[in-house]
C-alpha cells in the first residue's frame, strides 16, 4: 500500500504526556505522523486518533525533527530513506496512546488548523503509523467514532472541547451529498465504532463513490475531480515538506523484471 505520511506538528502537549516526556525533547520538532490513503480529503481534518493501548515510539529523523508512530512503522521509513541511517531507528521516548490524547497538533492543509488527538477503538497497531488523522466528512469509521466521542466524552476521559469541529464538507457526490460519510452510516443504520461490519461495508462504498464520483469543493483543486485532484494534493502536500511518501511492506511483491 502507498500511504501518504502526514506530518502533524505538536503544538502543545497533553498533561500527562508532558510529565511523561519532561526533558526528553528538549528544542526537537515533534509530529505525530498519520498514515493516509486519502490525501485530497486532508482540508477536512477534524481531529487526530490514537489507539489507547498501542505503544508510541518517539523516532530521531534527522538532527532536528522527531516522528511520532509504531516502532513497526519507524523501521519501515527507516528502510525507505525516510531517516538516515538507512535501516537504523533511534528512539528517544515512547508513551502509551492513552497519554496522548488531548494533544493539540497542526493539521496540514486542514480549514481548521489545529486539531486535537483523541481515542478510537479500533486502531490497528499493526497498519499505517498507528496515527490516523480524522476526517469525519469522507471517513465513516472517523465520523461513528467523533459520534461515540460526543455522545459520551465522560466514558471516553476526553474533553468535550477536544471533540466540538464539525465535520466539514470538501468533497460532493451525486449520490451522497457534501458530507458522503455521515449520509452512508445513517442510510446503513450505524450507531457506533462497535459496528466494524457495517463500517467495513461503509468504507467500501465511501472510497469508491469519494474517487469516481467526488468533485472537490474546497481547497488548491477546487472544482476538478477527486481522481485527478488525488495525486495533485498530495504531490502539493509532498512539496510543502508536510507530508512524505510511505509504503507498508505486507502484499509488496517484488518486481521479477528488473
Ligand atoms: C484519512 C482518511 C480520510 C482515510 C477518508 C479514509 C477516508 P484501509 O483502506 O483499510 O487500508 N487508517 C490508517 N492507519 C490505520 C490504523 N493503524 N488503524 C485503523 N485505521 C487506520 O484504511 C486506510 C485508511 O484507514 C487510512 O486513510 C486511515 O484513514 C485509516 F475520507 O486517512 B484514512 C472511505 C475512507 N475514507
Not at 496515527?131 to 472517523?142: G, I, L, R
Not at 458522503?180 to 468504507?203: G, N, R, Y
Request: include cysteine; charged fraction near 20%; hydrophobic fraction near 40%.
Amino acid at each position: 500500500q502507498e500511504y501518504t505520511g502526514v506530518k502533524m506538528e505538536v503544538l502543545k502537549w497533553s498533561d500527562a504526556a508532558s510529565s511523561a516526556l519532561a526533558g526528553k525533547l528538549e528544542g526537537k520538532n515533534v509530529y505525530l505522523v498519520a498514515a493516509t490513503l486519502r490525501p485530497e480529503t486532508m482540508y477536512g481534518q477534524t481531529n487526530c486518533f490514537v489507539g489507547t493501548a498501542i505503544n508510541y515510539g518517539f523516532f530521531a529523523i534527522n538532527e532536528t525533527d522527531v516522528f511520532v508512530c509504531t516502532e513497526r512503522a519507524a523501521r519501515n521509513m527507516a528502510f525507505q530513506g525516510t531517516s538516515l541511517p538507512r535501516g537504523k531507528i533511534t528512539q528517544l521516548a515512547e508513551i502509551d496512546g492513552s497519554k496522548l490524547v488531548g494533544t493539540k497538533v497542526k493539521a496540514p492543509f486542514a480549514i481548521h488548523p489545529e486539531v486535537y488527538v483523541l481515542p478510537m477503538d479500533n486502531v490497528l497497531a499493526t497498519k499505517g503509523t498507528g496515527v490516523v488523522t480524522s476526517v469525519p466528512s469522507d471517513s465513516p469509521d472517523d465520523f461513528a467514532t467523533l459520534t461515540d466521542l460526543r455522545k459520551k466524552p465522560e466514558f471516553y476521559k476526553i474533553d468535550p472541547q477536544w471533540a466540538a469541529i464539525d465535520p466539514v464538507p470538501v468533497i460532493t457526490t451525486p449520490t451522497y451529498g457534501d458530507l458522503t460519510a455521515p449520509a452512508i452510516v445513517k442510510k446503513l443504520k450505524i450507531q457506533s465504532q462497535k459496528d466494524v461490519k457495517q463500517l467495513a461495508e461503509a468504507k467500501e462504498i465511501a472510497y469508491k463513490e469519494g474517487f469516481y464520483s467526488g468533485t472537490m469543493l474546497v481547497g488548491e483543486f477546487k472544482g476538478q475531480p477527486v481522481q485527478e485532484a488525488k495525486a495533485l494534493v498530495r504531490a502539493s502536500m509532498i512539496d510543502a515538506g508536510l507530508a512524505f511518501a510511505y509504503a507498508e511492506p505486507e502484499g509488496f511483491v517484488m518486481s521479477r523484471s528488473g
